[in-house]
């Protein structure tokens, strides 16, 4: 699950057994030895998909954690990079990753909860890796239209999100067990922990953004490779704000 520096097995046992907030807090110090950080590779092909959009300004790293994707804004935007995350712990440790000073845009950051931004249409582009599990289809709407109403008209939000495994392969059900445990854990247990990997769905996303006011492409990141039948592995969420 993680490497020698990464937390162990009862670590990452307490973390499950609490709030989002108070186990991303706990889990901070060693989230980036673990699998759940963006591997590298999947933030340099969105980076130089990205590039092709711009040129931007302004930049807005959606649930930024220990500050992955404000890497990708800081090569980006020319003025201004901004990470939001609601865990003190997560933010603690983006901000000496990224110390003030030197070249590229001024980075900023600031402690909120996705779900109720509280920034102006001030960002040319906004961003997001790996955190849409945490939030329940029902808030997916709200969450959409909070980001549209942090851009610019002719703003971006962009986001990289993966096909599906094929029914029956081993990732399939690997996602469908661990699903299914965190169904039975937030039965059972509180404060709830949502993550779920089987509910961000391309069909209801791409409709939950255009009622939030988008107009959505997609682009295939064809550096991550194909499937067997030929379709990208992954593709690039382009939604605009009209």
């Not at 990708?72 to 201004?80: A, H, K, N, S, Y």
């Not at 682009?219 to 990208?232: C, F, H």
Request: aromatic share 10%.
């Amino acid at each position: 699950m993680s490497t020698e520096q990464g937390p162990t097995v009862r670590e990452l046992a307490v973390q499950a057994l609490s709030s989002i907030e108070r186990g991303y807090d706990l889990l901070a110090p060693k989230f980036d030895h673990t699998p759940y950080r963006t591997p590298d590779r999947v933030l340099d092909a969105v980076t130089r998909a990205v590039r092709e959009l711009g040129p931007f300004d302004t930049g807005l790293d959606v649930c930024c954690g220990t500050g992955a994707g404000v890497g990708v804004l800081r090569q980006l935007c020319r003025e201004r990079a901004v990470g939001v995350d609601f865990s003190a712990g997560m933010l603690d440790e983006a901000r000496p990753a990224f110390p003030p000073g030197g070249e590229g845009p001024a980075i900023h950051w600031v402690r909120a909860d996705a779900r109720s931004l509280p920034f102006a249409p001030v960002f040319d582009l906004a961003l997001s890796f790996g955190a849409f599990g945490h939030f329940l289809p029902a808030e997916r709407f709200g969450l959409f239209a909070e980001v549209h109403g942090s851009l610019r008209p002719g703003g971006q939000f962009v986001f990289p999100i993966g096909a599906p495994p094929p029914v029956g392969s081993r990732a399939y059900w690997t996602l469908f067990g661990f699903d299914a445990a965190m169904r039975v854990r937030n039965a059972l247990w509180r404060p709830q922990f949502v993550m779920y990997y089987r509910t961000f769905r391309l069909g209801d996303v791409l409709e939950d953004l255009v009622r939030a006011g988008f107009a959505v492409r997609l682009v295939p990141l064809t550096e991550l490779g194909s499937r067997p039948d030929g379709s990208p592995r992954a593709r690039l969420v382009v939604a605009t704000r009209e």
